[in-house]
């Protein structure tokens, strides 16, 4: 049973342009929200997070939003660079557990 | 963001032999560390949480007696893969617990011919 959900396998945006990232989960408790960005034979790296008490954070050229009525969140990337390309997860978790579970990924292109 | 390395980067086994990957917080103490497994073009899956100076919690379906894993000081939790198979060939990649957040290692790439 998939928990976090990352429907879009793939996305291709232009340069410049909005890359709009989706992450549908099941669990209700779940109440800490994580993206991460990935190259290919690397670990992870931490991009942003938003606490369920919260709807929206941002950080620079990312906002992550939250909307806990429909168990969904979404990561906003702009403008988006070719440098983005790789493959983004979302991650939820417990607070308190710091057990994360991850989605399934998806693959951004950004184009030149 | 905190700095986790992994050691080594990639390794190639014969099946039946072990193998040993080591995670190293480098600028910070880790009470807990987190290792997982990632196949191919599928998500990463926790296999178990390390604690320094305790047994580690292994998730459901993860063998400990197969995959042993020692957290013996607050910068390095190893994992040993005991008598690899093919079926053990993937990344794996350990992380460690900054206040809410998890900071990866680059990964280990496992190979067992």
């Known amino acids: 049973d998939q928990q976090v959900k990352q429907n879009s396998p793939s996305l291709s945006v232009q340069e410049g342009r909005i890359s709009i990232l989706n992450c549908d989960y099941t669990?209700?408790?779940?109440?800490?929200f994580l993206w991460y960005k990935k190259y290919p034979a690397e670990g992870p790296t931490f991009l942003i997070s938003i606490s369920s008490i919260k709807d929206k954070n941002e950080d620079g050229r990312f906002t992550v939003f939250l909307n806990k009525s429909a168990k969904h969140l979404s990561l906003h990337i702009v403008p988006s660079q070719p440098g983005d390309s790789a493959v983004y997860f979302c991650?939820?978790?417990?607070?308190?557990?710091?057990?994360?579970?991850f989605g399934t990924g998806t693959r951004l292109k950004v184009l030149a | 963001g905190a700095v986790v390395s992994q050691h080594p980067s990639r390794v190639i086994c014969k099946s039946g032999t072990s193998v040993k990957i080591e995670c190293r917080s480098l600028?910070?103490?880790?009470?807990?560390m987190f290792w997982y497994r990632q196949f191919p073009k599928q998500s990463l899956m926790l296999m178990a949480t390390s604690n320094e100076g305790s047994k580690a919690t292994y998730e459901q379906g993860v063998e400990k007696d197969k995959f042993l894993i020692n957290h013996a000081s607050l910068t390095l939790s190893t994992l040993t893969v005991t008598s690899a198979h093919p079926e053990d060939s993937s990344f794996y990649i350990c992380?460690?617990?900054?206040?809410?957040?998890?900071?990866f290692g680059p990964g280990t790439r496992l190979t067992v011919l």
């Open positions: 992380s460690c617990q900054v206040e809410d957040t998890q900071y």
């Open positions: 600028d910070f103490q880790a009470t807990t």
């Open positions: 991650a939820a978790s417990f607070s308190g557990t710091y057990k994360y579970i």
């Open positions: 669990n209700s408790m779940f109440d800490y």
